[in-house]
């Protein structure tokens, strides 16, 4: 079955970094389009940045030029470098695909900003 594992998450002053990282099983990874979402408090769900299989790349607005998505094919993970991390990056985030039209969600990992 599709599993999705994140980690990598923590507490950071504002200005730092964290890097994020989905361990993927039990799918063609490398077949299928991966996405960071992110939920914080009290607000739904966010699509953060998205990568297809084919590499191509979009993110939100607040995260462009400060977040990178990646994913490696051959370890089957996909990955989230945040830089540049603000107060309004505090959130769970999560790792998520679809596959034939059912969500895969993984259990997120938490990246609190804070001073």
């Known amino acids: 079955q599709v599993q999705l594992v994140e980690s990598g998450g923590g507490l950071v002053q504002p200005g730092g970094s964290l890097r994020l990282s989905c361990a993927a099983s039990?799918?063609?990874?490398?077949?299928?389009?991966m996405m960071w979402y992110r939920q914080a408090p009290g607000k739904g769900s966010e699509l953060v940045a998205r990568?297809?299989?084919?590499?191509?790349?979009n993110y939100v607005d607040s995260v462009k030029g400060r977040f990178t998505i990646s994913r490696d094919n051959n370890q089957y993970t996909l990955s989230l470098q945040m830089n540049s991390l603000k107060h309004e990056d505090t959130a769970v985030y999560y790792c998520?695909?679809?596959?034939?039209?059912?969500?895969?969600w993984g259990q997120g990992t938490q990246v609190t900003v804070s001073s």
């Open positions: 990568i297809t299989a084919g590499g191509m790349i």
């Open positions: 998520v695909t679809v596959r034939s039209g059912q969500n895969y």
């Open positions: 039990g799918f063609a990874f490398p077949q299928y389009a």
